[in-house]
């Protein structure tokens, strides 16, 4: 399905069998490929088969690179299936065992949200912003839609706002603002007879469904392609004339975040790196019938990782650790501002 198909015209029961065919040809991307299919299954309205998906990855031999996340998408649809009692017990647990990333913590607590669990659902998304943002330094965006889902349960519930709310606010780049969009009598004015008031709520849902697009709605990045040394080596070693692609390391490292930024100056959004293999690389060429040595052959590599799933945003969040792997913040090794 290419990124920008209309919703109306997916065929949802079709695409997640795609996807589940494309997991068997890449077993190193199943997490990611299955989660999509389960998506798409969901969307279908077949829930109970997006809840075996589910149950397959999460009883795959394999470890998980996000089981957190996977149980709170399971949680979420089967409550929406009937399933309240063992959706909650689910919730539970991922409370109780506290995961290090957001997404969890955002999909079980709008899950308790949309049954009404308002209070839960608060004391959910406060658990996960406790945990997760910083005391003083800016949150990582990542961690944006607990401050906001936190804030929208709160209007909801008539309370008022503390410093977390207001932090929200400001992180909030909308046109309109974070109490106008969770203001709980905006659904009123839908029944207004007054024009005024109803131009003003269509503005409001058009600030608020343009956000739900940006979130949901992003294609696979435009992704750059990044050898580990030990896998440039073998690359090189192997394939010798690929070596006037690849001068050096140090020379590959410094072309990647130079690349990136002279994208990111052009004005082009959603960059990514992806992190190649020799025998990724390799099973790659044979699939597209071209020896490896052509080097054109390496961006089509890199854009066929990024639709896998493969990509990391670029660049990190305040903070986290340089793309490069050598263990030092992104700020202080390839983010440093140029002397």
């Known amino acids: 399905m290419r990124p920008d198909t209309p919703a109306e015209n997916v065929d949802h029961t079709a695409e997640a069998a795609r996807l ?3 997991a068997g040809l890449y077993p190193e991307d199943t997490e990611t490929l299955l989660l999509r299919a389960a998506a798409h299954l969901e969307l279908s309205g077949d829930r109970p088969a997006a809840t075996t998906l589910y149950d397959r990855l999460l009883s795959s031999a394999e470890r998980l690179d996000n089981a957190a996340l996977v149980r709170a998408l399971k949680a979420s ?3 929406e299936y009937g399933h309240e009692a063992e959706a909650r017990a689910i919730i539970e647990g991922i409370r109780t065992t506290a995961p290090r990333d957001p997404a969890p913590w955002v999909i079980v607590a709008e899950a308790l949200e949309s049954h009404d ?6 004391e959910t998304f406060t658990e996960g912003a406790s945990l997760l943002l910083p005391d003083s330094a800016e949150p990582a965006p990542s961690t944006h839609p607990l401050l906001y889902g936190r804030h929208r349960v709160r209007r909801m519930r008539g309370l008022p706002h503390d410093d977390w709310d207001t932090l929200a606010d400001t992180l909030h780049t909308s046109p309109v603002t974070l109490d106008e969009l969770h203001d709980p009598k905006r659904v009123w004015s839908l029944g207004s007879d007054n024009p005024a008031e109803l131009e003003a709520e269509i503005s409001r849902l058009r600030a ?3 956000a739900y697009r940006e979130a949901l709605s992003r294609p696979f990045p435009v ?6 040394a030990p896998e440039l080596s073998e690359l090189l070693s192997t394939y010798p004339t690929l070596s006037t692609e690849y001068p050096s390391h140090a020379d ?6 130079s690349s990136l930024r002279e994208l990111s100056a052009s004005g082009t959004p959603n960059l990514g790196i992806v992190t190649g293999t020799v025998p990724s690389y390799e099973a790659f060429a044979a699939s597209e019938g071209t020896p490896p040595t052509d080097p054109t052959l390496l961006p089509q590599y890199a ?3 990024a639709a896998r799933g493969r990509a990391v945003g670029w ?3 305040k903070g986290a650790g340089c793309w490069c792997g050598a263990g030092r913040v992104y700020g202080d090794c390839h983010g440093a501002p140029k002397a």
């Open 315 to 317: 660049p990190p969040e």
């Open 252 to 257: 590959h490292l410094t072309t990647i975040e």
């Open 117 to 122: 669990e308002l209070e839960a659902a608060e």
């Open 223 to 228: 992704a750059v392609l990044h050898w580990p």
């Open 208 to 210: 608020e469904l343009g």
């Open 20 to 22: 589940e065919r494309t």
């Open 77 to 79: 649809n089967l409550w």
């Open 303 to 305: 854009t066929t990782l």
